[in-house]
């Protein structure tokens, strides 16, 4: 299993399901999340095995209000934290003056 999948498996509950890899399509109503591998750490050996995988999974609310964008993103944090994926740090907070969106990402480091 990939920690893209395991983002998704973890996330499509959310939203009425609106959540994609990297970007929402167009004509995506908000609320909606989005998903990317942002990096993560490497655990190759000596021996050139590496075992287990890491991801740093940065995962994205995108919300008409501040409000509503804080609020998805708890639910985000508990879905992560179900699968056993650890925040890095706190959400931090965006507005997107083209679309008039609020955003909050917060970034997981997911082991597989």
């Known amino acids: 299993m990939t920690a893209e999948a395991i983002a998704y498996g973890?996330?499509?509950g959310l939203v009425n399901g609106n959540v994609f890899p990297d970007v929402a399509p167009a004509a995506t109503v908000a609320p909606w999340i989005?998903?990317?591998?942002?990096g993560g750490q490497d655990f190759?050996?000596?021996?050139n095995t590496s075992t287990p995988l890491n991801s740093r999974m940065q995962v994205t609310v995108?919300?008409?209000t501040?409000?509503?964008?804080a609020a998805i993103m708890l639910q985000v944090r508990g879905a992560m934290l179900a699968v056993k994926a650890v925040p890095i740090g706190g959400a931090v907070s965006s507005f997107e003056r083209d679309t008039l969106l609020y955003g909050s990402t917060l970034d997981f480091?997911?082991?597989y």
């Open 10 to 12: 973890a996330l499509s």
């Open 34 to 38: 989005t998903y990317q591998a942002a």
């Open 44 to 47: 190759t050996n000596l021996d």
């Open 66 to 69: 501040r409000s509503e964008a």
């Open 62 to 64: 995108w919300a008409t």
């Open 109 to 111: 480091s997911i082991f």
